[in-house]
């Protein structure tokens, strides 16, 4: 069964490091998702591309971070530089299109600890 | 804008006890509801979903029903197991751009 790749797993760093987690989505789904998941809460998006294109990144602390999808498959998001409130799961998410008809299937996480 | 609301846990069973767990939400429009699943270790999972109101989805046992005159989409479940120990989610979705509004997301325990 396809899955969403996503790596690395676990990440520790200092504040104020430069951080990127990388995602690769089910293959053929055009539409992406990061969500940040905070310990004890429910995840919230930071960003969602539709293929190359970023369709909402209201959320994306834009001072400090950044999203790409460049050739519309796999995305890198980045911190930098990375502050203590940091500290949670980074999920990635795929759909094959946009809208609520389309299942988000989620990657396993990375989980940025910052020191 | 958009919310979701759902109790708090851990919720604590006994195996084959009954599982409720609430959720209710805010949303401008008419949206979709999941409930999605977090097993230790691992990423969410849907679990069901419900695109309009009276709709129910079921899976693995657990059933929920969007009822629109009570905003809610309370998850049901007749006799949890062990493995049903998790995190769930409930969810929306406003149709047009299906990002996803979680609640606070509730751990359920079951012990043999």
């Known amino acids: 069964e396809a899955e969403v790749a996503q790596s690395p797993r676990y990440k520790i760093t200092e504040k104020s490091q430069a951080v990127a987690f990388w995602c690769d989505p089910i293959?053929?789904?055009?539409?992406l998702y990061w969500y940040r998941q905070i310990l004890g809460q429910g995840p919230e998006l930071l960003v969602q591309?539709?293929?190359?294109?970023?369709?909402?990144d209201s959320q994306l602390p834009k001072d400090r971070f950044s999203a790409e999808r460049l050739k519309g498959v796999d995305s890198t998001l980045k911190i930098q530089p990375a502050e203590l409130g940091d500290s949670a799961m980074y999920l990635c998410?795929?759909?094959?299109?946009?809208?609520?008809?389309?299942?988000?299937?989620f990657g396993p996480g990375t989980r940025l600890t910052v020191t | 804008g958009d919310s979701v609301t759902q109790m708090e846990g851990p919720v604590t069973l006994s195996e084959e006890a009954f599982l409720t767990i609430n959720c209710t939400y805010t949303?401008?429009?008419?949206?979709?509801l999941f409930w999605y699943v977090q097993y230790p270790g691992e990423g969410l999972q849907l679990l069901l979903k419900?695109?309009?109101?009276?709709d129910k989805g079921s899976n693995k046992g657990f059933e929920a029903t969007y009822r629109k005159e009570t905003t809610s989409f309370h998850l049901e479940k007749g006799s949890v197991q062990v493995s049903d120990s998790a995190v769930y989610f409930c969810?929306?979705?406003?149709?047009?751009?299906?990002?996803?509004?979680f609640g606070g997301g509730t751990r359920v325990l079951v012990k043999p």
């Open positions: 293959s053929g789904h055009a539409t």
């Open positions: 591309f539709q293929d190359e294109s970023v369709v909402d």
């Open positions: 949303a401008t429009g008419y949206p979709s």
């Open positions: 998410a795929s759909s094959l299109e946009q809208g609520a008809t389309y299942e988000q299937y």
């Open positions: 419900a695109t309009k109101a009276d």
């Open positions: 969810a929306l979705s406003e149709a047009a751009g299906n990002k996803l509004t």
